[in-house]
């Protein structure tokens, strides 16, 4: 079955501080994985995709095959990172359908 | 960002009314999807639509309808509100091809009550 876990609900770091968002996938062929970020009182929006390979507001994250995981990452949180994020999942065949986990509330305290 | 909205966007209904939510977008994208989010659960897709007139079922359709007479509607209704709908409705849209092939856009959501 396809699945995407998210295991932490809250993430509460200081700034300055690592860190480091979990997601692990469950998916038969070869998925394409993103993180969504929803901003209080935004709308959710695409923050990062596994095949663009790139940083974005100084997150990154690798797909590991290997551990079907794919672990949103950043050096050195801000306050303004302070979010709620999404793994999401999507196959191959078609329909861009997306499956999310639940979501990690990042906490990043001054 | 303008280009997928969403109505109305905060909804209180009474167990066993019928409520529609509708979703418009702008930029002519293919793919148009329904989510609903609820704590613990994340979103989870109700209906989802590859073209105007093709619809599907995704993870929790029961007790959802949806059209797509145009491709740039998408209205979701619930034939006859529960209290187990009460949530945030998204919807949401994508391109079929092109870089950004398989990025979702999400509108504004509809925080819907039903007691």
């Known amino acids: 079955a396809q699945r995407v876990t998210q295991p932490e609900k809250l993430l509460s770091v200081f700034k300055g501080a690592p860190v480091e968002l979990k997601c692990n996938y469950s998916y038969s062929g070869s998925p394409e994985l993103f993180w969504y970020v929803q901003y209080s009182r935004q709308r959710l929006q695409l923050l990062l995709r596994?095949?663009s390979r790139e940083s974005i507001k100084g997150f990154t994250a690798d797909l590991n095959k290997g551990e079907t995981s794919f672990h949103l990452k950043k050096p050195f949180a801000q306050e303004e990172d302070s979010a709620m994020y999404y793994c999401a999942l999507s196959g191959t065949g078609g329909y861009n359908k997306l499956i999310f986990g639940a979501g990690t509330r990042l906490a990043v305290h001054p | 960002d303008a280009g997928i909205t969403q109505s109305p966007r905060y909804k209180i209904t009474e167990t066993g009314r019928q409520v529609t939510l509708m979703c418009h977008q702008t930029w002519s994208h293919s793919y148009m999807f329904w989510y609903r989010q609820d704590l613990g659960h994340g979103l989870r897709l109700i209906y989802y639509?590859?073209?105007?007139?093709?619809?599907d079922k995704g993870e929790v359709p029961d007790g959802y309808v949806v059209s797509r007479s145009k491709t740039e509607n998408f209205p979701l209704t619930l034939e006859s509100a529960t209290r187990s709908q009460t949530s945030v409705y998204f919807c949401?849209?994508?391109?079929?091809?092109?870089?950004?092939?398989?990025?979702?856009?999400f509108g504004p959501g509809t925080r819907l009550t039903v007691l």
């Open positions: 639509s590859a073209a105007a007139d093709i619809t």
């Open positions: 949401a849209s994508s391109e079929s091809m092109g870089a950004r092939y398989n990025e979702q856009f």
């Open positions: 596994h095949i």
